[in-house]
């Protein structure tokens, strides 16, 4: 089963940048679609991106045109290249995986904090 580890949070000002990995371990990883998950304080999760196997992309409208997602099956790594922060975008970040539409994303890391300053 495939075991993820999100790193590349820290403090940041708005309109920089981060980039965030996700290093996976397990056999299966090529075949996973993964997806990137953000949890503010007091909200409820949200999702923020996602990449397939045959990297297909989809972003969420709030980090659309700012983020990109991306995905190096070689590497067995996931990343996410957060442009224009924003002060919004404060939460832990968390990556998943997904086997296909339909099963529920799994597989959750322990999540890295990003904080935007103004």
């Known amino acids: 089963q495939v075991q993820l580890v999100e790193s590349g949070g820290g403090l940041v000002q708005a309109g920089g940048s981060l980039r965030l990995s996700c290093a996976a371990s397990g056999s299966t990883f090529s075949s996973n679609t993964i997806g990137w998950f953000r949890r503010a304080p007091g909200m409820q999760r949200e999702f923020v991106a996602l990449?397939?196997?045959?990297?297909?992309?989809k972003y969420a409208d709030s980090v659309k045109g700012r983020f990109t997602i991306s995905r190096d099956n070689a590497r067995k790594a996931a990343y996410l290249q957060m442009n224009s922060l924003i002060t919004e975008d404060t939460a832990v970040y968390y990556c998943t995986k997904r086997s296909r539409i339909g099963e529920p994303w799994s597989s959750w890391g322990q999540g890295t904090q990003v904080t935007v300053s103004s």
């Open positions: 990449i397939t196997n045959v990297r297909g992309t």
